[in-house]
């Protein structure tokens, strides 16, 4: 069965240092997601990818994320530096291009970052 | 901004009990409503998918509806069982509820 994939699942860094997380979305969705999951809340949108194109990354912090999709498959979040406040799990999804009421998102299994 | 809220935040029920999990949202123009499974330190898992021009779908002992004039969803679980127990999640395209945590008793 066709999963999301991300890596790694768990990280544990230094405040001021930096971190990048890869998802690899199901093959053919040209929609891919970010989110940000802080303990007792629910997926706060990070970015959003159509293909390679960035279709939303208002709340994306742009002074120390960064993301990217360059062949518009596998895509890369990346924190810089990272703070205390920044740990939480961060979440991948995918979904097809198709009709905006069919779209139906798929999650990978998360990365838990915690920063010390 | 769409606004996603779902009540109770927490849910206990004994095994075999009939329950509905509920979901509002603000903004009645949308394209569809998802309802996802989070277990501890898990990923999301998609339970079900209404169309905006859909009143209810269901699988298994799952049944989601959608009023959009009112800007409610329901999820109705029959017959609880322990294995139920999780994180029901709601989102409104990308906007997300805080989710109702559900515990299933023996």
């Known amino acids: 069965e066709a999963e999301v994939a991300q890596s790694p699942r768990y990280k544990i860094t230094e405040k001021s240092q930096a971190v990048a997380f890869w998802c690899d979305p199901i093959?053919?969705?040209?929609?891919l997601y970010w989110y940000r999951q802080i303990l007792g809340q629910g997926p706060e949108l990070l970015v959003q990818f159509q293909d390679e194109s960035v279709v939303d990354d208002s709340q994306l912090p742009k002074d120390r994320f960064s993301a990217e999709r360059l062949k518009g498959v596998d895509s890369t979040l990346k924190i810089q530096p990272a703070e205390l406040g920044d740990s939480a799990m961060y979440l991948c999804?995918?979904?097809?291009?198709?009709?905006?009421?069919?779209?139906?998102?798929?999650f990978g299994p998360g990365t838990r970052l915690t920063v010390l | 901004k769409q606004e996603v809220t779902q009540i109770p935040a927490a849910l206990s029920v004994p095994e075999g009990e009939n329950l509905v999990l509920n979901c509002s949202f603000t903004d009645s123009a949308i394209y569809n409503l998802q309802w996802f499974r989070q277990d501890p330190g898990k990923g999301l898992t998609s339970l079900l998918l209404?169309?905006?021009?859909?009143r209810e779908q269901t699988s298994g002992r799952l049944n989601a509806s959608l009023d959009k004039s009112s800007g409610r969803s329901t999820l109705y679980i029959a017959a609880s069982q322990p294995g139920d127990s999780a994180t029901y999640l709601c989102?409104?395209?990308?906007?997300f509820g805080t989710g109702t945590s559900l515990t299933v008793i023996p």
């Open positions: 209404i169309q905006s021009s859909q």
């Open positions: 093959s053919g969705h040209a929609t």
């Open positions: 989102a409104v395209t990308v906007y």
């Open positions: 999804a995918s979904s097809l291009r198709g009709r905006m009421e069919h779209n139906e998102q798929f």
